[in-house]
């Protein structure tokens, strides 16, 4: 029979929490939102990094559906940074075979950036070369209960099961996560990828996402590359 226990190959998903771009900004005394630009900057640079790495998904937090708390003013800037970023950068991954998905709940975010994501999510087919999942809005409470409703509605009762929920989360077209990767020195997961990262293996790494480069990157995936993943046997 075949062990559980796998000795670790590369991750075919990494999933990303984009935290530290205020603190990023404050320290060089900028606005918080020149740290916004600057990690939507090294989104497309680490995106660029994983395709030369043969990873084939990539997720990335980007707005949880608990920021709408922040300041009105950081929320727009947030915005129009990323509706800029999809139009100016989605292209250009493509070009290197990216493609995009949406993760999270449309309502409430701005029409303008809803057509920026669905512009890149629509884009020409792509070579395949990596999957970038957008979590945008994106709770994984909510996406637990947008699932169940989902199910309920299609799935009797005495058939729902882990495959069926699984199959209605955001994140259906794409494997579990194997590394989650949290950059910014906070140890949490702040309601990402709740059901999708039981088994994931965990990286937490001091270095602000402005900062968090390719060197970074790798040390994330060596220590990755050391674990024993035993998925509860033995
Ligand atoms: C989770 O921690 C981090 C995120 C959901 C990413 C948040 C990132 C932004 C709002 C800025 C992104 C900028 C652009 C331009 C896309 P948390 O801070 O939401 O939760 P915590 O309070 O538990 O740390």
Known sequence: MKRQQERTKAPQHVAFVM?????WATQRGLP?????RSGLANVTRIAEALVERHVSYMSMYMFSTENWKRPKEEVVGI?????????????RLQARGVTFRHLGRREPLPGSLLEAIDYVCEGPPASGNLALGLAINYGGRAEIVDA???VLATVQQQEIDEAAIAGALYTAHMPYPDLLVRPGGELRLSNYMLWQAAYAELYFSPVLWPD??????DR???????????????
């Not at 915005?79 to 292209?91: C, I, S, V, Y």
């Not at 968090?212 to 990157?217: T, Y």
């Open 19 to 23: 935290d530290g771009n205020g603190r």
């Open 32 to 36: 918080r939102l020149a740290g916004h």
């Open 79 to 91: 915005f129009e940074l990323l509706t800029e970023w999809l139009g100016d950068t989605g292209p």
């Open 148 to 150: 169940l409703r989902s």
């Open 212 to 217: 968090f480069d390719e060197e970074e990157l």
């Open 220 to 234: 994330s995936m060596n220590a990755y590359a050391t674990r024993h993943r035993r998925f509860g046997g033995l």
